[in-house]
């Protein structure tokens, strides 16, 4: 399946249901294009490695965001 590198951030870290994506780390997963469409990639690698992990629902797609982790910008440039 063809696949595209996109910038996402943690999905469900809603603490008092505030949702603060300010001061998280922006990092570029590999999706496909249903991911793509519902926003949210689950039980995925960010290309430095990272997993979303038990507590958070997945990866929220936010292409427009620029990427602040330094090792997925450096991977994304290939
Ligand atoms: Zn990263």
Redesign the pocket.
């Known amino acids: 399946m063809e696949s595209t590198l996109s910038p996402a951030i943690l999905s469900g870290r809603s603490v008092n249901g505030v949702r603060s994506e300010q001061g998280m ?1 922006v ?2 997963v590999r999706c496909n294009a249903a991911e793509l469409k519902s926003g949210l990639v689950k039980h995925a690698y ?5 997993t979303h992990g038990d507590k958070n629902d997945g990866w929220a797609l936010c292409s427009d965001a620029a ?1 602040t ?1 330094p ?2 910008r450096k991977k994304a440039e290939k």
């Open positions: 780390v990092h570029v960010t290309l430095c490695g990272r990427v982790c090792k997925c």
